[in-house]
Every structure is written in structure tokens, then in C-alpha cells.
Antibody
Framework: QVQLQQSGAELARPGASVKLSCKAS????????MQWVKQRPGQGLEWIGA????????RYTQKFKGKATLTADKSSSTAYMQLSSLASEDSAVYYC????????WGQGTLVTVSA | DIQMTQSPSSLSASLGERVSLTCRAS??????LSWLQQKPDGTIKRLIY???TLDSGVPKRFSGSRSGSDYSLTISSLESEDFADYYC?????????FGGGTKLEIK
């Protein structure tokens, strides 16, 4: 069965960077887009971008260009999202989801930005 | 960007009641719409894709439909585990966009 296992919670200082991971299993990692989604506390879902692990092609929504960098490691079937220049508004839960149609979701990673 | 206007933002209903949620797309999305359920612990599950196709294992009390630019999720008879947040998602055109969500609560 498809599983997406995300890395644990992060506490980071303003201005720092974090790198979140999403380890995939149960399907051919290189054949499906991996999506990334942000959810601030008490708020709705916001699409950040996606990566196609097969060739590394990426898509980003304009707001997250320069903030998020998506990569993928085919050898370990793991997708990564690096968030840079962290600020309080980056405190959120970040989800990965499999496929162009968001078929399966990870459990989410909480990122807290605090001095 | 395509705007997805979801209504209502919150809904209070009773067990066994039939409810409908709606998303209106600001542009043509040709049925490229999913409905997602988020439980209080944050777990997200896709219920429906391509506007009306039920995901495997999703109870048949859930259904999706389209009327023009309006897309609806209907739960025919509410059960306790259905009380959650629901989101629509369009994947017709980048950037993918979500509706604002509906919080479904027990009356």
C-alpha cells in the first residue's frame, strides 16, 4: 500500500533554513508527481509546488518561489522540501501528497519558527 | 489563478442528515476537482477525484457532482466519523488551488 512518511517536527530560528523529508513506499516513486502543501494553524490548505522525481521537473506557485526548494532522491524514494529565510509566517504544518491528483497524503510535519 | 469559492464555511448538522457542500470555480476546470477530508488530528484523505469518482474504500454515502462551474460533495446520511473539515481542490490549471474549507460539526 502507498505510504508517505514525513520527518518529525522542527523548531527553527528566524532566518534559518529547514529541510523536510517525505519517504515514499508502495508505488513507483519516479512515476508520480509529489506535491507539497502548507497549512497555517486554524487555516486552510495552500499549494506550494510539486516535483516529478523521474526527471526532477518542478512547479512552484509564485508566492513560494525563492522560499521553497523541492528535490528528490530516487535511490531512497524520498522527496525533500527546503524552506529558507524562515519567518513567523512560515510556522505551519507541511504535507506531501502523491500524484497529480493528490491521491495519498503524508501525516504532515510541524514547523515552528521562534527565537 | 483559478479561485475556488467554497460554501458554506461551516455547517452544523445531525447524525443521519443529508448535507451538501459546494465549490464554485472562477474559470473552467473541466471536472478536474477533488474533495478532501481532514480529521481533527490533521490526517488528510482524498474522497473523490475527477469531480464524481469515489476513491476506493470511501463509503458510498459520499458522492460528487457538477453543475456548470459548481461542484458539490453530498453526504447522504451523516455518521459520527464524517464530522471533519472538507476541502475542494482544482488541478486543471497551475497553480493548483484549494477552496477555503467547510467545517462540518455535530448539531
Amino acid at each position: 500500500q502507498v505510504q508517505l512518511q514525513q520527518s518529525g517536527a522542527e523548531l527553527a530560528r528566524p532566518g534559518a533554513s529547514v529541510k523536510l523529508s517525505c519517504k515514499a513506499s508502495g508505488y513507483t516513486f519516479t512515476s508520480y508527481w509529489m506535491q507539497w502543501v502548507k497549512q497555517r494553524p486554524g487555516q486552510g490548505l495552500e499549494w506550494i509546488g510539486a516535483i516529478y522525481p523521474g526527471d526532477g521537473d518542478t512547479r512552484y506557485t509564485q508566492k513560494f518561489k525563492g522560499k521553497a526548494t523541492l528535490t528528490a532522491d530516487k535511490s531512497s524514494s524520498t522527496a525533500y522540501m527546503q524552506l529558507s529565510s524562515l519567518a513567523s509566517e512560515d510556522s505551519a504544518v507541511y504535507y506531501c501528497a502523491m500524484g497529480e491528483w493528490f491521491a495519498y497524503w503524508g501525516q504532515g510535519t510541524l514547523v515552528t519558527v521562534s527565537a | 489563478d483559478i479561485q475556488m469559492t467554497q460554501s458554506p464555511s461551516s455547517l452544523s448538522a445531525s447524525l443521519g442528515e443529508r448535507v451538501s457542500l459546494t465549490c464554485r470555480a472562477s474559470q473552467e476546470i473541466s471536472g478536474y476537482l477533488s474533495w478532501l477530508q481532514q480529521k481533527p488530528d490533521g490526517t488528510i484523505k482524498r474522497l473523490i477525484y475527477a469531480a464524481s469518482t469515489l476513491d476506493s474504500g470511501v463509503p458510498k454515502r459520499f458522492s460528487g457532482s457538477r453543475s456548470g462551474s459548481d461542484y458539490s460533495l453530498t453526504i447522504s446520511s451523516l455518521e459520527s466519523e464524517d464530522f471533519a473539515d472538507y476541502y475542494c481542490l482544482q488541478y486543471a490549471s497551475y497553480p493548483w488551488t484549494f477552496g477555503g474549507g467547510t467545517k462540518l460539526e455535530i448539531k
